[in-house]
Nanobody
Framework: QVQLRESGGGSVEAGGSLRLSCAVS????????MGWFRQTPGKEREGVAT???????RYADSVKGRFTISLDNTKSILYLQMDRLNPEDTAMYYC??????????????????WGQGIQVTVSS
């Protein structure tokens, strides 16, 4: 059974940094598509960044140059380094995984496996 477990969220002041981690267990894989999504109350879940076995990384325009997604294949841990955070980054963050090649646009519907979510709060 595939399980994803996030850690590393919390509260930070604007301009600060946080690193989210997502431990992936229960599967061995050669192809993969993994990503981070976020959601605020009343809004749809939006993509933040994805990483795939075929292409490297893709980012939402709102986080380009500030966030970095990476995958430690040996430990099966997905990371999201978030720098220069601002209050608009406040959200529940979710990691997601699929063990196939990423589509051109990886929407939430593409991913069968999700973490439970972790809160990130950025104060001004």
């Amino acid at each position: 059974q595939v399980q994803l477990r996030e850690s590393g969220g919390g509260s930070v002041e604007a301009g600060g940094s946080l690193r989210l981690s997502c431990a992936v267990s229960g599967s061995t894989y050669s192809n993969y598509c993994m990503g981070w999504f976020r959601q605020t109350p009343g809004k749809e879940r939006e993509g933040v960044a994805t990483i795939g076995s075929v292409y490297s990384t893709r980012y939402a325009d709102s986080v380009k140059g500030r966030f970095t997604i990476s995958l430690d294949n040996t430990k099966s841990i997905l990371y999201l380094q978030m720098d220069r955070l601002n209050p608009e980054d406040t959200a529940m963050y979710y990691c997601a995984a699929d063990f196939s090649v990423c589509p051109f646009i990886a929407t939430p519907a593409h991913f069968p496996y999700w973490g439970q979510g972790i809160q990130v709060t950025v104060s001004s």
